[in-house]
């Protein structure tokens, strides 16, 4: 016996017992079948990792700071021997960052990976949205899974502040106002963000909303998504045929690879190397802490957000867009993307088949990475209406005449296809059927018959 057979028969006996004894299968999560060993069905776990980091950096930079608008004694940065006049918050960061052991490290990657975390779940959205797995039976899944990406932005706004720059203190107010222009919603939720209308209460609002509130309601929200991904199972890939079976049955899971250990081990080799790339990455260009609420020097920074957040600022930079319109705007997207499996009624789900949702969701992935670049470029600056329909206007007509062309190209050769199987078909019921064998005369079939 190879030492390689003796060792897989070892593991599998332990294994066998661990099972046995702990009813695994019972608890651990369903099955998956062999073609979704790749990982761009792997996605939402990888956004799963993200959140599972963020949860472990959080709660260690939580051990030294602290969320207060005071000034400390502590130097800060500033001369030994003078009074720091910087706020606690921002002289607690700057402590985690030079004086903590791997303190700037633990920091940066905190950050990163909540940039990381944001652009994992664009990711999962979109490859969501291109192979439309909301269509039925999915379509709370959809809804649940977009109130994730939704609190996950609400996590970035909150956590933005933090820190307590000049540059975030800014952004924030600017984000306040936006959020506070919304309609029924913006009055009501104004005094819980507010507060005392102090700066202190409105830095103590945030940071409970950021370590406590939205974390209860992430947790929530992906337990839901997790059980009704485990109802459902994970979607089949996009076809055309409307009749395709969109759900697995207790039958296809017996046929599949079990989660324990083979898809856990599979999740958590991406996990692990998601932390050392981060790691590597926050290592290589650590964050550089800008300077503190107050302070005289910062006078002429500029006001501007994380990258999710610019092309929002950069939309109220356009001339006749007031606040309220850009709320407004932004409302009626997420209300769209939210309700989007009863808007999208095809029962097909290759991209092929939507031309208009497809041509949708590329005009705006390509509305997005324009207006983020632009008001990282430009922030602040007004932009005149010309100037705005010369650079978005070939977006949303170049992507109209793509999705139109390839969806006409794709119409003729599946009508091509259609008539060449009708035509096989008529062929093969037209052709004349086999002999049939006759007994002969004396036979036993024929005495038979007499």
């Known amino acids: 016996m190879s030492f390689a057979h003796w060792y897989n028969r070892t593991l599998n006996r332990i294994w066998g017992f661990v099972e046995d004894r702990t009813s695994m299968r019972k608890w651990a999560l369903r099955p998956q079948p062999d073609f979704t060993f790749k990982p761009s069905y792997w996605t939402g776990a990888f956004v799963v990792n993200a959140f599972l980091y963020q949860v472990v950096s959080g709660a260690l930079l939580l051990l030294y700071y602290q969320p207060s608008t005071n000034t400390t004694l502590t130097a800060c940065g500033q001369p030994v021997g003078t009074q720091s006049i910087a706020p606690a918050a921002w002289c607690s960061t700057y402590y985690i960052t030079h004086s903590v052991p791997m303190g700037e490290l633990l920091l940066t990657s905190h950050l990163y990976g909540a940039y990381a975390m944001i652009f994992l779940m664009f990711v999962h959205f979109y490859r969501g949205y291109y192979l439309g797995v909301y269509k039925a039976p999915r379509e709370f899944s959809w809804m649940v899974g977009t109130l994730l990406l939704i609190t996950t932005l ?36 104004g005094p819980l ?115 999710y957040f610019l092309w929002l600022f950069k939309f109220v930079d356009f001339q006749g867009v007031t606040p309220v319109i850009a709320v407004a705007i932004t409302t009626v997207l997420i209300v769209f993307v939210l309700f989007l499996p009863f808007l999208d009624r095809s029962k097909r789900t290759h991209p092929r088949d939507r031309p208009l949702f497809i041509w949708l969701a590329t005009s705006l992935l390509g509305f997005f990475i324009v207006m983020t670049v632009w008001g990282g470029e430009t922030p602040g600056i007004q932009i005149v209406p010309l100037l705005i329909a010369e650079t978005l206007g070939p977006i949303f007509a170049v992507n109209a005449v793509v999705t139109i062309l390839f969806h006409w190209r794709y119409r003729r050769s599946y009508l091509r296809r259609l008539a060449a199987r009708e035509v096989a078909f008529a062929g093969v019921d037209s052709a004349p059927s086999p002999p049939v064998a006759v007994p002969a005369l004396g036979s036993a079939e024929a005495k038979g018959s007499e």
Do not use: C
């Not at 997790?226 to 459902?232: D, K, T």
């Not at 599979?266 to 964050?287: F, N, Q």
């Not at 609420?293 to 002429?300: C, E, K, P, S």
């Open 193 to 307: 963000i507010l507060a005392d209308g102090t700066s202190q209460g409105l830095l103590s609002r945030m940071f409970d909303a950021h370590v406590l509130l939205l974390p209860l309601a992430l947790a929530a929200l992906l337990y839901a998504h997790i059980a009704l991904f485990e109802s459902h199972g994970i979607a089949p890939p996009a076809s055309s045929d409307p009749l395709q079976r969109r759900r697995f049955t207790e039958k296809d899971d017996t046929k599949a690879v079990p989660f324990m250990p083979h898809i856990f081990w599979y999740i958590t080799k991406w996990g692990l190397l998601y932390v050392g790339v981060l790691l590597g990455i926050a290592a290589l260009w650590p964050w550089n802490l800008p300077t503190y609420v107050g302070n005289l020097a910062a006078a002429g920074v500029v006001t501007e957000p994380d990258w």
């Open 154 to 189: 609400g996590m970035g706004f909150t956590g933005y502040l933090l820190p307590y720059t000049q540059i975030s203190y800014n952004a924030t107010n600017v984000g306040l106002v936006l959020a506070l222009r919304l309609p029924t919603v913006g009055p009501l939720i």
